[in-house]
């Protein structure tokens, strides 16, 4: 794997602080009960959280479940990492190929599915775009232009597919309990197993597809600065 120049640490440095403010300001206004309450709420998905303090952890929990949050979550961290060491081992470039799969879904999924049909309102008008919109474009920019190069083998693929897994099996777990779901492809209440597997399978496919093809595009980086 390729060290990043320093204009690439100085690019994480801003992606890293973009997407740090954005969970931590969600975590905060969440915590406060500073969010509107959704105009439309789906049988089975997150709500009920008691209003004030006594609903606060409840609401946390449930915000940090959303694969959203996750996602940038895992954007500020490897970031981060690349902004001070200037490069990372074997499971850091697992972790950097997982994350730019991650919040690559979270954007295409928000745009083409939740954007259209969502009305913004109070402090979402910042936070909602912010993590949806401009730390995904900064941290495909910052991997498209800095890197790190190289590392990624059959083993990397798998390795990246670890968190998603474990967020699934979360998932499936915690609302096997509560009954509450984060999303609708995985709300068992409404849906049942069975679709919710299969709707698991896609996502998984969908995922390995997205990590191929930025190995590709490294590759293809990688062979093109070479000539």
Sequence with gaps: MTELSRRGRAAYWVVAVLAWAGVAATLIITAFDGYAPPTYHEEGLFAGAAHGWAGAPERLINCLSYFTELSNIMVAIISTLLARRGRVGVWGRATHLCALMMITVTA????????????????????????????????????????????????????????????????????????????????????????????????LIGALLFMALFAGADWLIRKASRR
């Design 108 to 203: 295409i999924v928000y745009a083409l599915l939740i954007a259209p049909y969502e009305v913004l309102s109070g402090f979402a008008l910042v936070t909602n775009p912010l993590q949806h919109i401009v730390v995904p474009a900064a941290f495909v920019a910052a991997a498209a232009l800095a890197g790190p190069r190289g590392g990624i083998t059959w083993a990397t693929l798998g390795r990246a597919l670890l968190i998603p897994v474990a967020w699934v099996a979360y998932t499936l777990v915690r609302g096997s309990f509560a009954h509450q779901y984060p999303y609708g492809f995985v709300n068992v209440w409404r849906i049942g197993y069975a679709q919710v597997a299969m709707n698991i399978v896609a996502i």
